[in-house]
């Protein structure tokens, strides 16, 4: 487990390269948080999980124009499969953020 936490880390450093960005609404949203919205099946839940798949249309969006290129992460990864990767690792990672999640993955699904 170490290391493959040790190896996420290193990719995560390695794709942002410490850069840091933003983040506006639902990527603010603790990792408890969104494990308690999953267990009580709130309104929470679901806008959290439309930001994280607007995030995932926006790295798309960035990765096509930027390589001038269709750009499909995520494409055949459906809804259900976002709200349990999701918490699963929020449940791993308590003190990370929705947008951390969403950054994971996102790396995760360009693999």
Same mark, same amino acid.
């Given at each position: 487990?170490?290391?493959?936490?040790?190896? +996420?880390?290193?990719?995560?450093?390695?794709?942002?390269?410490?850069?840091?960005?933003?983040?506006?609404?639902?990527?603010?949203?603790? *990792?408890?948080?969104?494990?308690?919205?999953?267990?009580?099946?709130?309104?929470? +839940?679901?806008?959290?999980?439309?930001?994280?798949?607007?995030?995932?249309?926006?790295?798309?969006?960035? &990765? /096509?124009?930027?390589?001038?290129?269709?750009?499909?992460?995520?494409? &055949?990864?459906?809804?259900?499969?976002?709200?349990?990767?999701? &918490?699963?690792? *929020?449940? &791993?990672?308590?003190?990370?953020? +929705?947008?951390?999640?969403?950054? /994971? +993955?996102?790396?995760?699904?360009?693999?």
């Amino acid at each position: 487990m170490r290391t493959s936490t040790l190896t +996420l880390v290193l990719i995560l450093f390695t794709q942002a390269g410490f850069a840091d960005w933003a983040v506006k609404g639902e990527g603010n949203y603790s *990792c408890p948080d969104y494990v308690s919205a999953r267990r009580d099946n709130s309104a929470k +839940l679901y806008s959290s999980v439309t930001w994280v798949q607007g995030f995932i249309s926006g790295v798309n969006y960035r &990765e /096509a124009l930027g390589q001038d290129r269709d750009s499909m992460i995520g494409a &055949e990864f459906p809804t259900t499969s976002i709200v349990d990767w999701l &918490e699963t690792y *929020c449940r &791993e990672n308590p003190q990370d953020y +929705l947008s951390d999640a969403a950054e /994971a +993955l996102v790396i995760e699904l360009q693999r």
